[in-house]
Nanobody, 125 residues
Framework: VQLQASGGGLAQAGDSLRLSCVASGRPRTRYMMGWFRQAPGKEREFVAAISWSGGSTVYEDSVKGRFTISRDNAKNTVYLQMNSLKPEDTAVYYC???????????????????WGQGTLVTVSS
């Protein structure tokens, strides 16, 4: 499966952005989907994940209450709605798909087999 992320850009603190990730190739497979981010000079970190049905979501503590992950399987698309953005949210955001992840493992980079190219989000204060 190929993943194409988009929606990044420049924002001011307090603004909102919505990232999208479109899957192509073999989208019928029931993938767990996740968003990760990597800030300059830092390691890639987990942001959020959503199950195939959309009924289960997991968030990193610093984005809880501000970010919302959702998916539209009919459009093979996963979204990350980011509200109340902070300068520390500045990073390249990556979407990822997993055939094997379960809720207890969604935070692990190695749980995901497929990665998008990343989209840059820059938040100024």
């Amino acid at each position: 499966v190929q993943l194409q992320a988009s929606g990044g850009g420049l924002a001011q603190a307090g603004d909102s952005l919505r990232l999208s990730c479109v899957a192509s190739g073999r989208p019928r497979t029931r993938y767990m989907m996740g968003w990760f981010r990597q800030a300059p000079g830092k390691e890639r970190e987990f942001v959020a994940a959503i199950s195939w049905s959309g009924g289960s979501t997991v968030y990193e503590d610093s984005v809880k209450g501000r970010f919302t992950i959702s998916r539209d399987n009919a459009k093979n698309t996963v979204y990350l709605q980011m509200n109340s953005l902070k300068p520390e949210d500045t990073a390249v955001y990556y979407c990822a798909a997993s055939r094997t992840a379960i809720l207890s493992s969604v935070r692990l980079i190695n749980s995901y087999q497929y990665w998008g190219q990343g989209t840059l989000v820059t938040v100024s204060s």
